[in-house]
């Protein structure tokens, strides 16, 4: 049990457009989803925290206007890179939770390449 | 702040071998700890945790203790396999307005048959 799904694993895509990356938790309802971002050899940063329903919560220095956070289920949470470019890319890694427990399932990450 | 420090790698050992992976933390107040590992294309997973100073975590012959005196959370196993071969990171929890996880800089461990 408690399985978290990315989509894509994979994205390449043009400097200036737009990706979505999608996380969902295939068995059990996530009230909480955690975004991370992890540069090559380095630790996962966390991004952003979204509980459903409600805004997310960014952390300092992460621009929310550059990275919307979607969290309108208790299933699925969405992650747009808008407008982006090589410096976005990165390997993008979303974690959910239930209320009131402590422990963060992963998912498998999606690795963005902007060119 | 909060921050995690672990030991640096790559590690390399050979099968059977005994493994210590070193992490240290610094905290406000009173964090869990935990260990994740990550497979080759795979999603972190947790591999261990201790909730509270003296606890012991352990899961698939990994062990850590939660040293409060010396802010430690290392990580052991006394006969290492190939399979064990992944990145382990060490992580605390702290609440900041909602439950947070922050991690160590991961250590990646190769085994040799």
């Known amino acids: 049990g408690a399985v978290v799904s990315q989509h894509p694993s994979w994205v390449i895509c043009k400097s200036g457009t737009s990706v979505k990356i999608e996380c969902r938790s295939l068995d059990f309802q996530a009230t909480t989803m955690f975004w991370y971002r992890q540069f090559p050899k380095q630790s996962l940063m966390l991004m952003a925290t979204?509980?459903?329903?409600?805004?997310?919560?960014?952390e300092q220095g992460v621009e929310k206007d550059k990275f919307l956070i979607n969290h309108a289920s208790l299933t699925l949470s969405t992650l747009t890179v808008t407008s982006a470019h090589p410096e976005d890319s990165s390997f993008y890694i979303c974690?959910?939770?239930?209320?009131?427990?402590?422990?963060?399932?992963f998912g498998p990450g999606t690795r963005l390449l902007v060119l | 702040g909060n921050s995690v420090t672990q030991m640096e790698g790559p590690v390399t050992l050979s099968e059977e071998a005994f493994l210590t992976i070193n992490c240290t933390y610094t905290?406000?107040?009173?964090?869990?700890l935990f260990w994740y590992v990550q497979y080759p294309g795979e999603g972190l997973q947790l591999l261990l945790k201790?909730?509270?100073?003296?606890d012991k975590g352990s899961n698939k012959g990994f062990e850590a203790t939660y040293r409060k005196e010396t802010t430690s959370f290392h990580l052991e196993k006394g006969s290492v396999q190939v399979s064990d071969s992944a990145v382990y990171f060490c992580?605390?929890?702290?609440?900041?307005?909602?439950?947070?996880?922050?991690f160590g800089q991961g250590t990646r461990l190769t085994i040799n048959p």
């Open positions: 974690s959910a939770k239930t209320g009131g427990k402590e422990t963060q399932y």
């Open positions: 201790a909730t509270k100073a003296d």
């Open positions: 979204s509980n459903e329903g409600s805004k997310a919560t960014y």
């Open positions: 905290a406000t107040g009173y964090p869990s």
């Open positions: 992580a605390l929890s702290v609440y900041q307005g909602a439950q947070k996880l922050v």
